[in-house]
């Protein structure tokens, strides 16, 4: 088993868990217990972060 997070992965663990809370209705205990059992357990999380690509419009020569 892994040691616990330290303080900054918490922190962003629980403002996670709070913002998720606000938008689904639950309470954000529960987000939190599944992000740590997720993390100790070494668990694919459900959602993951992508990394960030902006969407750029291609440009063409022949623009109107």
């Known amino acids: ?4 997070p330290d303080k900054l992965q918490l922190d962003i ?5 709070t ?6 209705g639950t ?5 939190f217990a599944q992000m740590l059992y997720d993390y ?5 999380p459900r959602v993951e972060l992508g990394p ?3 969407q750029r419009k291609e440009s063409t020569s ?3």
């Open 40 to 44: 100790l357990a070494d668990t694919k």
């Open 19 to 24: 913002s998720s809370s606000i938008e689904t």
């Open 52 to 54: 960030y690509e902006p």
């Open 13 to 17: 663990m629980w403002t996670v868990a």
């Open 1 to 4: 088993m892994k040691n616990l």
């Open 27 to 31: 309470k954000p205990q529960y987000g």
């Open 62 to 64: 022949q623009e109107t």
